[in-house]
């Protein structure tokens, strides 16, 4: 990324289509939970995953990888989604990002 580049999302979804995981702190899936309205333990039982290095939980995936959560382009836990999706592409990325992509690039983070 350039240094002081802010990439605004365009809410393409792409990034929920890439397959791998998202680690999902105690808080964040008892936000999740709650805005669901359900139970945390049927939540985790339903929509987690343990990671590969066994450290904590990941939300599932559809069998093509896509979050489970994506319904569409839209997220349909958009107003609690995890800090990992919230930060992407300016707080993390991975190899290729740009090419499936759409956030455009400001020079400044918008107020």
């Known amino acids: ?3 002081g580049t802010y990439y605004q999302c365009q809410r393409c979804a792409n990034c929920c289509r890439w397959p791998g995981e998202v680690p999902v702190s105690d ?3 008892q ?3 709650d ?3 359900m139970p945390l333990y049927d939540f985790v039982a339903k929509h987690t995953d343990l990671r590969l290095n066994r450290t904590g939980l990941t ?3 559809k069998p093509n990888g896509e979050c489970e959560f994506l319904d569409g382009n839209e997220c349909t836990i958009n ?3 995890p800090i990992q999706c919230a930060g992407f592409p300016n707080e993390w990325n991975f190899k ?3 090419e499936s992509c759409e956030a455009i690039p400001l ?3 918008p107020d």
Request: proline share 12%; charged share 45%; glycine share 4%.
């Open 35 to 37: 805005y669901l309205e």
């Open 96 to 98: 290729g990002w740009r």
């Open 1 to 3: 990324m350039e240094p």
């Open 107 to 109: 020079p400044e983070k």
């Open 27 to 29: 808080e964040e899936l």
């Open 31 to 33: 936000r999740i939970a």
């Open 79 to 81: 107003p609690v989604k």
């Open 59 to 61: 939300l599932k995936e």
